[in-house]
């Protein structure tokens, strides 16, 4: 093994003390105050790092060693894997390009100064070029493939993919969309249009995340077409807020202009624009749109969001089989003029001076198949679908069209949910179609039975075997659930049992071929198999067999938890802290001791679950005092993604729900599929009540993977209190996100109320609390009504924000539009009344190092009194958002009980972390450390980590490892760092998984 690498990092003169981060202390100046380079005659201290670096001379540094080691990896004790593939090619690549840039970082002392002001430009723009191909006019094959993204939690539209040799085309781009794909290998690369049947969050709402992507592929980045109705412009406004304009130059709309003049148009006017419009038409395939407006009975107007499209694809006619001997009697020798006259085209005769023309030497041909895909939302859109003329020639029993013009449609696909397509004047429209096969891809109460993500739900299911109190079942496949939706279903459709159509459910992945014409017709063979959990166990359990004694002993160590709990807690009601059997050797509780000893052998033969380890534990016995007598009703946070950059296979994109059960709810960070990770969770139902139970959302900036699911909850918050009185949700974020969201409510009701997070730093709360007098409340001025108080407060909130005194808030000042805190100051009333009643005592944000305008979170609970009326303190629950390790969290995080930290890299990519302002492991441990936080649960994993991060075990005695749907409880936070040996056990064998080549962090994150 290679001696460690020693890096000269900080002049022995700042402030540093043997203490814990990283073996010593951090002051304010570290992170806030830029210093002066390093000097040759400065003292210096040496930082010991374990593991080889990289080495940066050429030849590959010193040691004496001319191995070179897989991406500047070295043997790291403690880890997982003690070997993983080299890290991202891009790295050495863009070393030479980022030198610049980087000139500064050891003056900066740690992060990437350039990069957290916005002004990140080493690299240079990007084209981002649709793809050109040559198209095939005689494809060998074409189907339609349904992607069944939100079958399983009926949270998103499901996509429709159109497949040709040259050219693929998706239709609607919900949530998940990407992650779908990754799963089940599809090339979003490959894509060449997008179109919309509507655009709303629920069947754009993977749009932003799936652009960002394409853009970060290779040098110059990729763009695809987008198309949809009108209402695509709004949502194209929108995400210019934080998505490249390059990216987004080849959307298309059509028809006409909703609001276009700034006024609505009443449903009459539409009628004239129902006429087809034709938007690809080439030698492949035609594709037109109809578009259906709603018809709403009290005359109500259109609005932008309304407007639903048909799509109808028609493919070319299928020529005749070619005859070889008319050929040759016409004078053809064999060769390339077969070919020209099999793709139409007249050729002269070799032998005779007379044109040949395809149809002297071709059979008859028969009509290209046809697909029509349906999306008819609500009742509202029924009565211009029943009436649009476009549709006659598709129809077999029109009186309107000749039966010579009558097209023969192949297979219809419904989008539309099953309260509309299976009422009696719907089904009476599909039977016009005559003999076509009709597959219902709508919202299925069987399809959630069957999970699409089987990657994730596999992870989850041997998670849950090993500690199913962090990792309960997933909510939405129960039997129960599932027959009171089927009843619920049932309920509110008509009788369509005497229907005669040929009705098909759709299935994930379910296909209908094109071509070649003796395949046309389903194809079921690319179905993947059923999922339950017996299976998942039974296999996990052949290829581990360890696990299963692994598991009993987790269990036994819980259920032991609990009852020494409320053994002392009946014993000895003055006793202040329950100390928990597994971190204590002298536990005088006798089933302790007999668990103790029958898993010593078990653990003898497990080198990860050594003494060494128990020995950490032991000293980490002071559990804090709000956690006395702590109820499981109390708070628990779910991790809904623990991801970064954009959703693969077992991790999506970051967001935590922090349940504060019968005191409602919150969300931090709501990346794409937020709602998705909460209904595999809770259930269909269980979430709906979770969305509606929502306080507030706070998101830590604007990156895509940490906000572009909020649209889809607010939408869908919306549309269940639609009928019950309620107030708009609150949602706090960075000020660029207002404008995200400014421009997205054109298109749909969002029902929200916007705080700036520059609104609840710390010193503005505290100046805004000040400004209330001994009731809460501004106090009032009987001569101004009030007035002269809100000037005061205004001033006082303005001349806090970013004060030059402060230094790290001073630092993260940018030029831009005043606070605006006569309308601030009303929403902050709001903020402290949704505390008040979700029994918190104060929340606010944190200026971090990352990009502009990027911030943790510090929630605080209220104190509460304990049986004798004592009173106990609340819990402090701390988010970094993304981050490099300062001092501002440092010192927010001081003695909180839970810190949640992003852990992007692991600790040899430290040179990656400080380019891209996020931490490794390790400093994200020593961020805890230093700050005394009781536990830290690590989280926002780059996904070239499929399933574990890599890891130092020795940092770990404070720390759990995050995983998607993990669920922490305040009176399972003792046991936390128990249970991270475990894991060790159950993903021994992992390596990095496949997927680490379509990663692609490079563009924005």
């Excluded at 040759?328 to 077969?338: I, R, V």
């Amino acid at each position: 093994m290679p001696p460690p690498s020693l890096r000269l990092l900080f002049p022995h003169s700042s402030p540093l003390s043997k203490s814990s981060f990283l073996g010593y202390s951090l002051s304010r100046s570290l992170f806030c105050i830029p210093r002066s380079p390093i000097t040759p005659r400065s003292p210096l201290t040496a930082l010991c790092y374990f593991g080889a670096r990289r080495r940066r001379a050429t030849g590959g540094g010193g040691g004496g060693s001319g191995r070179k080691t897989s991406g500047g990896r070295g043997t790291r004790g403690g880890g997982v894997f003690h070997q993983r593939r080299r890290a991202s090619t891009l790295r050495e690549e863009r070393d030479r390009a980022r030198a610049p840039e980087m000139e500064g970082k050891e003056e900066t002392l740690g992060f990437n100064k350039r990069r957290a002001e916005g002004r990140d430009k080493s690299d240079k723009p990007k084209a981002l070029q649709l793809k050109t191909r040559k198209l095939n006019p005689v494809n060998t094959i074409c189907y339609v493939q349904i992607l069944g993204t939100g079958m399983d939690t009926q949270d998103t539209s499901p996509s429709v993919l159109l497949f040709f040799d040259k050219q693929r085309f998706i239709f609607n781009a919900g949530e998940g969309l990407q992650r779908f794909c990754t799963e089940h290998k599809i090339k979003l690369s490959k894509i060449d249009h997008i179109f919309l049947t509507r655009v709303c969050s629920e069947t754009a709402g993977g749009l932003p995340g799936l652009l960002l992507t394409l853009a970060g592929i290779g040098e110059e980045g990729m763009s695809v077409n987008i198309w949809g109705p009108s209402d695509l412009n709004y949502l194209v406004d929108a995400m210019r807020s934080f998505i490249p304009n390059a990216a987004m130059v080849h959307a298309h709309s059509f028809g006409v202009t909703v609001n276009g003049d700034g006024t609505m148009l009443s449903s009459s006017q539409f009628g004239k624009f129902r006429d087809p419009i034709t938007i690809i038409d080439d030698e492949v395939v035609c594709i037109s749109s109809i578009p259906l407006n709603p018809s709403y009975s009290n005359g109500s107007t259109l609005k932008p969001g309304d407007i639903a499209v048909i799509y109808a694809c028609e493919l070319p006619e299928i020529k005749g089989k070619f005859d070889p001997v008319k050929a040759a009697a016409l004078g053809l020798k064999p060769g390339p003029k077969y070919r020209e006259l099999q793709l139409g085209n007249s050729v002269m005769s070799d032998r005779l001076n007379i044109t040949v023309h395809p149809s002297d030497v071709l059979g008859p041909s028969s009509p290209g198949p046809i697909i029509l895909l349906v999306d008819c939302p609500t009742k509202f859109h029924m009565t211009a679908l029943l009436s649009a003329e476009s549709l006659n020639c598709y129809y077999r029993d029109s009186d309107h069209q000749p039966k010579a013009n009558t097209k023969t449609v192949n297979c219809v696909i419904h989008l539309g949910p099953a309260i509309v397509t299976k009422s009696a004047d719907y089904q009476k429209w599909m039977k016009r179609f005559g003999t076509a096969q009709h597959i219902m891809a709508g919202h299925e109460i069987r399809n959630i039975e069957i999970p699409i993500l089987k990657s994730s739900a596999r992870i989850s299911s041997q998670l849950n075997y090993l500690c199913p109190q962090l990792f309960p079942a997933c909510g939405c496949w129960s039997s129960q659930q599932i027959n009171e939706l089927s009843l619920e279903s049932n309920e509110l459709c008509e009788d369509s049992s005497s229907t005669p159509c040929e009705i098909i459910q759709a299935e994930n992945l379910l296909k209908f071929h094109l071509r070649p014409y003796s395949q046309l017709g389903l194809d079921r063979s690319a179905i993947p198999d059923s999922l339950n959990h017996e299976e998942v166990i039974a296999h996990l359990l052949s290829e581990i067999p360890e696990i299963a004694d692994v598991s009993k002993n987790v269990n036994q160590f819980q259920r032991s938890s609990a009852e020494v709990k409320l053994s002392k807690s009946e014993k000895d009601d003055n006793c202040n802290m329950v100390e928990e059997p597994w971190l204590s050797a002298s536990s005088s509780v006798n089933n302790v001791h007999a668990e103790k000893q029958g898993r010593d052998s078990f653990e003898e033969d497990i080198p990860c679950l050594n003494d060494r380890w128990n020995d950490n534990l032991k000293d980490e016995h002071d559990i804090p005092a709000c956690l006395e007598n702590i109820s499981r009703e109390d708070m628990e946070i779910v991790l809904l993604g623990t991801g970064s950059s954009q959703p693969s296979k077992y991790r999506n994109v970051s967001s935590i729900f922090v349940n504060l059960f019968s005191r409602g709810s919150l969300l931090l960070d709501c990346g794409e599929g937020t709602l998705g990770q909460l209904k595999r969770r809770f259930g269909i139902k269980g979430a709906d009540d979770a969305v509606k139970g929502l306080k507030c959302i706070w998101v830590s900036h604007i990156h895509a993977d940490h906000h572009t699911g909020l649209a889809r909850i607010l939408a869908l918050r919306c549309q269940l209190l639609k009928d019950i009185p309620h107030k708009p949700l609150l949602v706090i974020g960075p000020r660029p996100l207002k404008r995200f969201i400014d421009a997205y409510s054109k298109l749909e009701d969002l029902d929200m109320q916007f705080l700036d997070c520059r609104h609840t730093l710390e010193a503005s709360m505290d100046d805004f609390h000040g400004s209330l007098d001994s009731r809460g409340q501004f106090p009032e001025n009987s001569d101004r009504g009030g007035s002269e108080a809100e000037d005061i407060a205004s001033h006082r909130v303005e001349s806090s924000l970013f004060a030059p005194h402060s230094k790290m808030q001073s630092y993260w000042k940018r030029p831009g539009s005043p606070v605006d805190t006569a309308i601030a100051l009303p929403v902050l009333m709001r903020l402290k009344e949704l505390l008040s009643e979700a029994g918190l005592e104060f929340l606010y944000s944190v200026p971090v190092v990352h990009c502009p305008q990027a911030f943790g979170v510090v929630l605080k609970a209220a104190e509460r009194p304990n049986s004798l009326g004592k009173t106990i303190p609340g819990w402090k629950l701390v988010y970094s958002g993304d981050t490099r390790p300062c001092q501002a969290l440092i010192n927010a995080s001081r003695d909180a009980t839970l810190l949640i930290h992003e852990a992007t890299f692991e600790d040899t990519m430290e040179d990656e972390a400080i380019a891209r302002n996020h931490s490794t492991t390790k400093e994200a441990v020593g961020v805890g450390t230093s700050a005394g936080a009781y536990r830290v649960v690590l989280t926002h994993f780059s996904q070239r980590y499929p399933k574990i991060p890599v890891f130092n075990e020795a940092d770990m005695q404070r720390t759990c490892i995050a995983f998607d749907l993990m669920t922490v409880n305040l009176a399972d936070l003792p046991m936390l760092p128990k249970f991270l040996p475990y894991l060790k056990v159950l993903f021994r064998n992992e390596m990095v998984g496949d997927e680490s080549d379509d990663v692609h962090e490079s563009f924005i994150y």
